[in-house]
């Protein structure tokens, strides 16, 4: 499984996801430096304190990464069902499964990984712009550091597997657009903001939505090797 998982991973084209995930955090840090700086000049902050900053961040992070799992998906597993270079792979002697697997493996740890990548690089480098500008919001002390550890960690887990929700609309339709639009929906129905609560504060949410993930990919490929796979 190792041996196909790497194979497979070759297939990936690493540098230029790492590449749209660099872009996006770019984005991310944009767009949270002018929400700061903007609700510092009119006195209407967005956050102020620490706990604030980690919760509006990793809410920013979550939505990313939850329509990057179903952009990784389309692209890695949807588009060749619709290219049928599928059918090439699941000529050779190797159940179809351990390949549908091998893929999931790839995409669930992608976006496990580059969660938490994108978290503490995000944190760290607001802060340093808050250094730089005078502008820090309290002193950084290991409560703070603990705190984001544990939100980056646990939403990093949670987006592995909610982020393979979208699977089960795009091995249906075998339709990128369907599986691209399903992910930013999960996303949007999860993070979006009301007074500052989102259905992902309520621990109960996420934990169910994982499990949701894990039941999609169980029956996507439990008859995977023996369904007809005609296109």
């Known amino acids: 499984m190792s041996n196909l998982i790497k194979l497979e991973f070759k ?8 590449f749209a995930t660099l872009i996006c955090n770019i984005c991310i840090l944009g767009f949270l430096c002018l929400i700061y700086f903007t609700g510092r000049a009119e006195n209407d902050m967005a956050f102020t304190d620490y706990d604030g900053l980690i919760s509006f961040l990793t809410t920013f992070v979550n939505v990313t990464y939850l329509i990057f799992a179903g952009f990784l998906i389309s692209k890695f597993i ?25 893929k999931i493996c790839i995409i669930a740890g992608f976006t496990f990984i580059f969660t938490i990548i994108s978290n503490i690089m995000l944190f760290w480098s607001f802060y340093l ?9 309290e002193d950084i002390n290991m409560t703070i550091v603990f705190s984001h ?35 930013f929906i999960v996303a949007c129905i999860l993070n979006s903001s009301s007074n500052g609560f989102t259905l992902s504060s309520i621990i109960v949410i996420p934990i169910i939505f994982c499990l949701i993930g894990i039941f999609i990919v169980y029956i996507s490929i439990k008859d995977i090797d023996s369904k007809d796979i005609t296109i």
């Open 11 to 18: 297939k990936f084209y690493i540098r230029k996801n790492v």
């Open 78 to 102: 949807i588009e060749e069902y619709k290219s049928k270079t599928i059918l090439q792979l699941f000529s050779y002697p190797i159940s179809r499964k351990k390949i549908i697997i091998s």
């Open 129 to 137: 712009v808050q250094a730089l500008t005078n502008t820090v919001l």
């Open 149 to 183: 550890l544990i939100s980056t960690f646990t939403s990093a887990l949670g987006n592995s597997m909610i982020g393979l929700i979208p699977l089960y609309f795009g091995m249906r339709k075998k339709s990128v657009p369907i599986t691209i639009l399903s992910s």
